[in-house]
């Protein structure tokens, strides 16, 4: 209960009233907040809200400003990114052969246009106003910097109901000007306003919009936001969030206005908007010409999932590079854009050492930026895995940290020269991810190197040597390059319960040249079943720690 002298311009009556909602953003709807009999009735309005309808600007901001409707903001939106795509053109044709890529790409439709087709209210009176008259009316009014008016429409409202629901319109009647001792209020809009302002108007009286389409619905959001309407905000991105998402509206949602998209109202729509492209673009490497094609805002919410299917992070930073080049190839653009943007996108703590150099030295990134996101990446290495377990909870904002879902799995390499060339490879397994390999599957290691030829791990769920049950195997490869033979002299050990300590479990020397891989079919000589059970020795804190020692032996 409100205290019986509560004054219904008070700010906080209105905030207690409308601009708080229980259940997050679902809109509660009762007869007894529904004032449609009193819409455009003079009996039950106390002023008069006089609406002149402008003809269009010649031509809207880029970042939405001036726009009235989301098809005249889409539209020109679409113009500039073609325009840009030309200028690329004809940067690219200038640029060395080395750094001309795909540029043959089609155009993408960058925004859907849509046009409102909505009908006028009935009780609407319409007038065009003389020239004098718009000139030299006494009005008070509101109006944006239009061109001439075409037309005026003529609406009886109650101040009361549109103060309750907006802090604009509560401005205008309370803020000690003429329009508090006025009956006539102006506001000046664009023609492609006209249809969005009306379904609002009749919003803040009904709490319902008639409208069920997208861009219909969105032309009301951005005259909700225009005209400080939350509710609406909230009502018209729920009725979004229902319609079938596609990649041309969610690209559409994400870059509409920032003015809009930092409303809370609108957050929740822009992250089913992300989550859609996330889900889609999963597996990039299924939509090359498509995805490559796609605007910072999508590439930006493909690049946030965790559960984006990567061979590793050094896919995605050459991904990242190879978008960048194509959409920015003047390198002042490209190193803004990848400096202050993407490569918050880039988990380089999850990148191989030998990557990371070549990232330090690549001229598409500010040196003194790359420099510091290469020290973290590698003091995160050399963290202990508490410490590092550590670091991903304290930056719960900052996915710099988390693990993607990569298809090779990283390892953690110490390398030694002397006596001889040797690596140590650390590779960690999660129990689910062992459970997900049973009957017959694998998992890879990302590559690791060692006298100048790349190696990796894999673990598999196979038959034993008899083939009379499923048992846990690991195998290591030498990547296909060559000729070139490698004796190598390679040991597989594990952690173990309840020492922690690495047990040999198997031994091994082989000659590769190549494409081939040598290991153990039964690493822990037990079934599947017990290597997986509860009670297994093996797995530390629901972690398999497995060890493979390498050593070339000179020919």
């Not at 993607?404 to 990283?410: E, S």
Request: proline letters at 4%.
């Amino acid at each position: 209960m409100k205290e019986s002298g509560a004054d219904l311009f008070d700010p906080r009556t209105i905030m207690d009233s409308d601009f708080s909602s229980s259940g997050g953003d679902k809109v509660v709807v009762g007869s007894d907040r529904d004032f449609a009999f009193a819409f455009n009735n003079d009996i039950f309005s106390d002023r008069v809200l006089r609406i002149e309808i402008a003809a269009e600007l010649p031509e809207c901001k880029s970042d939405g400003e001036g726009c009235g409707s989301i098809a005249e903001w889409a539209r020109n939106r679409k113009r500039r990114r073609e325009e840009i795509k030309k200028e690329n053109a004809v940067e690219l044709s200038v640029h060395r052969e080395d750094h001309i890529l795909n540029c043959d790409q089609p155009d993408t439709v960058d925004g859907v246009v849509y046009e409102n087709q909505d009908e006028d209210a009935e009780a609407m009176i319409e007038e065009t106003p003389s020239g004098d008259e718009a000139a030299n009316s006494n009005d008070s009014s509101w109006s944006m910097d239009c061109s001439t008016v075409l037309r005026v429409k003529t609406i009886h409202i109650s101040s009361p109901i549109l103060a309750a629901k907006s802090p604009f319109f509560y401005k205008l009647f309370s803020n000690g000007m003429q329009e508090t001792e006025q009956r006539h209020v102006t506001l000046r809009i664009s023609a492609s306003e006209e249809a969005a302002l009306m379904d609002l108007l009749n919003f803040m009286y009904t709490e319902s919009l008639t409208t069920t389409t997208a861009p219909a619905l969105l032309d009301v959001l951005m005259a909700a936001d225009k005209f400080e309407v939350a509710s609406c905000m909230r009502y018209c991105s729920r009725l979004l969030r229902n319609l079938p998402m596609t990649p041309e509206s969610a690209l559409l949602y994400l870059e509409l206005p920032s003015s809009v998209l930092m409303a809370d109202a609108v957050q929740p729509l822009t992250d089913a908007a992300k989550q859609y492209l996330a889900t889609r673009y999963k597996d990039i490497t299924k939509f090359p010409d498509e995805v490559l094609n796609l605007p910072l805002a999508g590439i930006e919410a493909i690049l946030g999932s965790d559960d984006l299917q990567v061979a590793s992070e050094d896919a995605v930073y050459d991904f990242v590079l190879k978008w960048a080049r194509l959409q920015y190839p003047r390198l002042e653009d490209r190193r803004e854009v990848l400096g202050s943007r993407l490569i918050n996108f880039i988990r380089f703590p999850y990148m191989t050492c030998r990557k990371l150099k070549k990232v330090l030295t690549c001229a598409d990134f500010d040196n003194e930026v790359v420099t510091r996101v290469v020290l973290e990446a590698l003091s995160f290495k050399a963290e202990t895995p508490h410490r590092q377990r550590a670091l991903v909870s304290e930056e719960s904002t900052n996915k710099r940290y988390i693990e993607r879902a990569y298809k090779y799995r990283p390892v953690k390499v110490v390398e030694f020269e002397m006596p001889h060339q040797q690596c140590i490879v650390y590779l960690d397994l999660r129990r689910e991810e062992c459970a997900n390999l049973f009957p017959s599957g694998r998992v890879y290691s990302q590559a690791f190197h060692l006298g100048g030829q790349g190696f990796f791990l894999s673990a598999h769920c196979n038959m034993d040597q008899q083939s009379s049950f499923h048992c846990f195997g690991l195998f290591l490869g030498m990547q296909e390059k060559g000729s070139v033979s490698f004796a190598v002299d390679y040991e597989f050990a594990a952690r173990t319960k309840p020492g922690g300590e690495f047990v040999s479990k198997y031994k091994g020397n082989y000659t590769f040249t190549g494409g081939k891989a040598v290991g153990y079919r039964n690493l822990f000589a037990q079934a599947w079943t017990n290597f997986m059970a509860e009670d297994s020795v093996y797995f530390i804190n629901g972690m398999l720690h497995l060890r493979a020692e390498l050593t070339i032996k000179k020919q």
